[in-house]
Nanobody, 122 residues
Framework: QVQLVESGGGLVQAGGSLRLSCAAS????????MGWFRQAPGKEHEFVAA????????VYTDSVKGRFTISRDNAENTVNLQMNSLKPEDTAVYYC???????????????WGQGTQVTVSS
């Protein structure tokens, strides 16, 4: 079992930055690939970024490439998402998940946190 807790969300103006963190407990997070997804009101879960268990491979959805950076610290059991140049369309609840690979489909992740709200004002 893995327990995940996201933090770092908040309200920011367009063009600003936020850094989301996902803290894991239970089994070590280094056993898993980690992903970030987001869900805006009335919409499906959307893939944002994922990172392999070693950190050697990262994948991003096109809309965040060049603005968001996913990273992990296996010694600290944390995964981070640095979000720069935020846009109003980035507004959503952001979730981190643990899975067997860097899947783009949220249903393929075994464990999820409770989410953290990110609101970007124009």
């Amino acid at each position: 079992q893995v327990q995940l807790v996201e933090s770092g969300g908040g309200l920011v103006q367009a063009g600003g930055s936020l850094r989301l963190s996902c803290a894991a407990s239970g089994r070590t997070v280094s056993d898993y690939a980690m992903g970030w997804f987001r869900q805006a009101p009335g919409k499906e879960h959307e893939f944002v970024a994922a990172i392999s268990w070693s950190g050697g491979n990262t994948v991003y959805t096109d809309s965040v490439k060049g603005r968001f950076t996913i990273s992990r610290d296996n010694a600290e059991n944390t995964v981070n998402l640095q979000m720069n140049s935020l846009k109003p369309e980035d507004t959503a609840v952001y979730y981190c998940g643990a899975g067997l690979a860097e899947f783009r489909n949220w249903t393929q992740y075994a464990y999820w946190g409770q989410g953290t709200q990110v609101t970007v004002s124009s």
